[in-house]
DNA sequence: TGTACATCAGTGAACGCGCGTTCACTGATGTAC
DNA sequence: TGTACATCAGTGAACGCGCGTTCACTGATGTAC
């Protein structure tokens, strides 16, 4: 194949993976709306039109980068939860396991503000009238959700079998979820964002400790 | 004054005010994104160019509108707060009072989505590279944070004189403000948005019955 | 093995859009004498 | 009370920008015979 001898040629041979590139990078760089049809091109050195044999548009492209990022979100919450140590009770290493997911999630929030913005970023944004009743397409699962919900029923069944707590499934899921989201965006680009790390890092373990005891019954 | 009489005029009277009115009004519509002085303009009747007799330019008028956004959504907690019954047990009534505030901030999210995204909106989007080392005027305190935290507080001196619970202070004050500020964006743009209000209100019940639990220490 | 031809994957120029902002200006207002 | 004049608050035309998208096109590829 041309692309893979080097040289340029008139069919680059795999445009489609290319300009996903290069939109994620976009991304990386300045979020949801630095993901530019036109510059995506450009860096791969290729017409702006040539992007259309592949995407339907820009949307198309940004909905592309957004599986992307929600993908290596999901990534960044199961290394963390890998990197964890385990325990002998088998509470605690599901409490800890909890935790580290909620790290990993609010770690690849600060460390990518891009990425993470663009896993989340919608076509139309919030507040924007919708004209049409408009078809909506099946919303695919989100994988940071399910891991979390997981976790929690973890600990569930072990309450279950005996041990002395209960979370309140499937609601703690959501609640859980919200504490690592606003905590991640008040830290990105809210007003925590001046935090400096180490501050920064202490609101982080403490909110993650409301976190785990907030799924202990009353 | 002629703008009294009602009569145009070549001399507006009030055009701060009137153009502040309309860009709070297309925040309303469409969020920060929509605030587009050109459009403001339009709408006050006025030329573009006007606008600089008054503002900076966009940037000015996009921060003033966050200034008014931020002081809708703290006067929606209170308001909220103020609808609660109280209770004879003081720290019940705290709790309540606290619980009211969240209800009050998640009920202007999902009411208001358009102003509520500009109230946390920046000028420059997270991840976005900063050039300069640019001295960044003081941030003025957010009072719906403080509303948070004086709940929190109000429950701590309860604690300290004899009541059986306590909060961890000041990182209590960011978990609760995190919860409630993730679950506003989950349900406004997130992968929630398309819940339908019953299941809405259900969530965000069992949600801040975690942050009162939170605050409860282990 | 060679060749005609359909199909695929690019190009380059152009369109229209709306934005923020600047320029030189003019009409209205108020103040000093 | 009248008038000259400085100052204030608007106007209208224009600039440059970069975007998404469309158009008619052409070079490369692969396939049928």
């Not at 339907?56 to 960044?76: F, I, K, N, W, Y």
Request: aromatic share 4%; hydrophobic share 45%; glycine share 10%.
């Amino acid at each position: 194949m041309a692309a893979i001898s080097g040289g340029k040629t008139y069919h680059h041979g795999d445009l489609r993976n290319a300009l996903i590139c290069a939109a994620v990078g976009l991304a990386t760089e300045g979020g949801p709306e630095r993901v530019v049809l036109r510059e995506a091109a450009r860096r791969v050195g290729v017409s702006p039109t040539a992007a259309y044999r592949h995407f339907d548009g820009r949307g198309e492209l940004l909905r592309t980068v957004r599986v992307h990022a929600q993908r290596m979100l999901a990534d960044s919450m199961e290394r963390a939860a890998a990197r964890e140590p385990g325990a002998d009770d088998p509470v605690l290493a599901a409490e800890r396991r909890l935790s580290a997911l909620c790290r990993g999630y609010v770690g690849f929030a600060v460390e990518q503000p891009g990425l993470y913005r663009a896993a989340f970023c919608l076509p139309r944004p919030a507040g924007t009238a919708v004209p049409a009743p408009e078809r909506q397409p099946h919303e695919p699962e989100v994988r940071a959700f399910t891991l979390l919900g997981e976790a929690l029923d973890a600990l569930d069944a072990l309450a279950r079998s005996g041990a002395p707590r209960r979370t309140v499934r499937p609601a703690a899921g959501v609640a859980a979820w919200s504490a690592v989201h606003g905590l991640s965006l008040l830290l990105l680009e809210g007003p925590l964002r001046r935090l400096p790390a180490q501050r920064r890092n202490a609101v982080v373990e403490s909110t993650l400790a409301m976190v785990v005891t907030g799924t202990r019954a009353p």
